[in-house]
């Protein structure tokens, strides 16, 4: 039986789905792509996602689905018994959406901005300035989100898909330092993903 194809680059947001995938139980391939744009892969990328990011999944029949959190809510879809998102009318589910498409959209777009900068800025001073400006905007959304994590788990007793967030964006800038001396709460929630079986794999391979 044909499985689902994750397209990813180590290091990059595809430690999560892949630990969505590993934790629900759901077999998949994996396929390594170097999303640079002088890189030979690339090509292959875009034929999948023309944004050239990545995740990517094909799913067995074809279909390609893009965006990590519509990835986390495929697989929540094949694995519900996984409860990686709250069920509906359970009240912790409008806590997650909120705080899952903040990750997203706000955070998200820091790196979108902050690591190539010479896509949006032409000259180096204004580019050194950008990225300054999107590492600091991205620290306090941080203590944003530091604000609401309950523990053990961002929602409270038990896993969520947030956590699969929390856990590899924590060896993005600012920093596993950063999140250990500034956040935390969430560092105890990256670490307590880190030995959860499934999610430990995904983040050795991607973060050693």
Same mark, same amino acid.
């Given at each position: 039986?044909?499985?689902?194809?994750?397209?990813?680059?180590?290091?990059?947001?595809?430690?999560?789905?892949?630990?969505?995938?590993?934790?629900?139980?759901?077999?998949?391939?994996?396929?390594?792509?170097?999303?640079?744009?002088?890189?030979?892969?690339?090509?292959?990328?875009?034929?999948?996602?023309?944004?050239?990011?990545?995740?990517?999944?094909?799913?067995?029949?074809?279909?390609?689905?893009?965006?990590?959190?519509?990835?986390?809510?495929?697989?929540?879809?094949?694995? $519900? +018994?996984? /409860?990686?998102?709250? %069920?509906?009318?359970?009240? *912790?589910?409008?806590?997650?959406?909120?705080?899952? =498409?903040?990750?997203?959209?706000?955070?998200?777009?820091?790196?979108?901005?902050?690591?190539?900068?010479?896509?949006?800025?032409?000259?180096?001073?204004?580019?050194?300035?950008?990225?300054?400006?999107?590492?600091?905007?991205?620290?306090?959304?941080?203590?944003?989100?530091?604000?609401?994590?309950?523990?053990?788990?961002?929602?409270?007793?038990?896993?969520?898909?947030?956590?699969?967030?929390?856990?590899?964006?924590?060896?993005?800038? $600012? +920093?596993? /330092?950063?999140?250990? %001396?500034?956040?935390?709460? *969430?560092?105890?929630?990256?670490?307590?993903?880190? =030995?959860?079986?499934?999610?430990?794999?995904?983040?050795?391979?991607?973060?050693?």
């Amino acid at each position: 039986m044909k499985k689902t194809l994750l397209i990813g680059s180590k290091g990059c947001g595809n430690a999560i789905v892949e630990g969505a995938l590993a934790f629900a139980g759901i077999p998949y391939d994996y396929e390594e792509v170097d999303y640079a744009a002088d890189s030979p892969t690339r090509a292959r990328l875009l034929s999948v996602n023309p944004l050239g990011q990545v995740p990517a999944m094909v799913l067995p029949d074809g279909a390609v689905v893009t965006e990590s959190l519509a990835m986390l809510h495929y697989i929540d879809d094949l694995a $519900p +018994g996984a /409860k990686l998102i709250p %069920a509906r009318g359970d009240p *912790l589910r409008p806590v997650f959406y909120r705080w899952a =498409a903040f990750l997203v959209a706000a955070i998200y777009p820091t790196f979108t901005y902050g690591d190539d900068t010479s896509k949006w800025v032409a000259n180096e001073e204004g580019a050194k300035q950008l990225r300054e400006s999107t590492n600091r905007h991205r620290e306090n959304l941080w203590r944003q989100v530091e604000g609401e994590a309950k523990g053990p788990w961002f929602l409270g007793g038990a896993m969520s898909a947030l956590d699969l967030y929390i856990a590899p964006m924590t060896y993005w800038r $600012p +920093g596993r /330092k950063w999140f250990a %001396a500034n956040a935390p709460k *969430l560092f105890a929630i990256a670490e307590k993903a880190s =030995a959860t079986p499934g999610v430990a794999d995904a983040l050795k391979r991607n973060f050693g």
